[in-house]
């Protein structure tokens, strides 16, 4: 199985400023996803990280909003743009092993609270 | 396309206690079916899997789930709850496609009471 880290495990920011959140694996996958989990909500998948060229966004994200970067298979980025209250939520890192018959593993969460 | 649903947000048992958490599908393809687990403040984890084979699995922490493919359930159980199950359950379901994305319940908020 994957090992997934994610840093930060959690930030408060001021409206308007962007964070970027680090998702670190270790060893090289070749699917790798970012969900957003809104306080007490289950987890909306808001793109597909995709090594080498343009992530992959989910209805209702867009990549001004949430660019994301995956320069190799085990290292993405997320970056929240802009930032409002209605961005508060735990953003989750996840990997697919194909070897695992299509098992997602996921990191901690960064616990994201924008005053 | 896959949905899934949880039933009940909130599932308040006593310690020691049996406990059923349901999950119901609906799919026009072959899925697999998760239960994933999230405890206070951690991200998550995935409790057991359906694949393939027989439709009883169990995970290491005596939880079992049950695939009922002509009812489209995938029940969560446990006989004999602990204080440490206290959590969320996440019912998730993926079609067989290497395409195809996973689908997760809304969730079902597990509290033990002593």
């Known amino acids: 199985s994957a090992v997934i880290s994610q840093k930060p495990s959690r930030d408060i920011c001021q409206r308007g400023t962007s964070l970027t959140i680090q998702c670190q694996v270790d060893s090289q996958v070749t699917m790798m996803f970012w969900y957003r989990q809104q306080p007490g909500q289950s987890l909306t998948l808001i793109a597909t990280?995709?090594?080498?060229?343009?992530?992959?966004?989910e209805s209702g994200f867009v990549i001004d909003k949430f660019p994301i970067s995956r320069p190799n298979l085990t290292f993405s980025t997320l970056t929240v743009s802009n930032m409002s209250p209605e961005d508060s939520s735990i953003y989750l890192c996840?990997?697919?092993?194909?070897?695992?018959?299509?098992?997602?593993?996921f990191g901690p969460g960064t616990r994201l609270t924008v005053l | 396309a896959q949905s899934v649903t949880q039933l009940d947000s909130q599932v308040p048992v006593f310690e020691e206690a049996p406990v059923e958490l349901r999950c119901n599908y609906s799919?026009?393809?072959?899925?697999?079916l998760f239960w994933y687990v999230q405890y206070p403040n951690q991200g998550l984890q995935l409790l057991l899997k359906?694949?393939?084979?027989?439709?009883l699995v169990e995970s290491i922490n005596g939880f079992e789930a049950e695939f009922n493919k002509s009812q489209t359930s995938f029940h969560l159980r446990k006989p004999s709850v602990h204080i440490s199950d206290t959590a969320e359950y996440f019912c998730?379901?993926?079609?067989?496609?290497?395409?195809?994305?996973?689908?997760f319940g809304s969730g079902t908020r597990l509290s033990i009471r002593p």
């Open positions: 359906y694949l393939s084979g027989s439709t």
């Open positions: 996840s990997v697919e092993d194909r070897q695992g018959a299509d098992e997602q593993f």
């Open positions: 998730a379901v993926k079609g067989y496609s290497s395409a195809s994305k996973i689908i």
């Open positions: 990280a995709n090594q080498g060229s343009e992530a992959t966004y």
């Open positions: 799919s026009s393809v072959s899925v697999y």
